[in-house]
Nanobody, 115 residues
């Protein structure tokens, strides 16, 4: 019943910006922790950023200072603003919801940073 619907992603030049969004819906009581992960070809899925309902955030060292995670609790939506993008940011980005000891995932959206 839980669904995570992502939007955004695409092709952008190095140094450019891109915004992602993810809306949660279904049989959930709250969205205490939401976040973004990414997976590049041949690599495991890794943390990008997480955010709690109270606003506390956590970022991977590789994106800190360039990416900003935010959320709208009323809309159960999490956002990721990506600035100063680098080719190594190229990956499939997945929305994540952690609720009642379970991880829920979006379908993933491709982000490609290339000149």
């Amino acid at each position: 019943q839980v669904q995570l619907v992502e939007s955004g992603g695409g092709l952008v030049q190095p140094g450019g910006s891109l915004s992602l969004s993810c809306a949660a819906s279904g049989s959930i009581f709250s969205t205490t922790r939401m976040g973004w992960y990414r997976q590049a070809p041949g690599k495991s899925r890794q943390l990008v950023a997480t955010i709690f309902s109270g606003g506390i955030t956590n970022y991977a060292d590789s994106v800190k200072g360039r990416f900003t995670i935010s959320r709208d609790n009323a809309k159960k939506t999490v956002y990721l603003q990506m600035n100063s993008l680098k080719p190594e940011d190229t990956a499939v980005y997945y929305c994540n919801l952690y609720w009642q000891s379970r991880d829920y995932w979006g379908q993933g959206t491709q982000v490609t940073v290339s000149s």
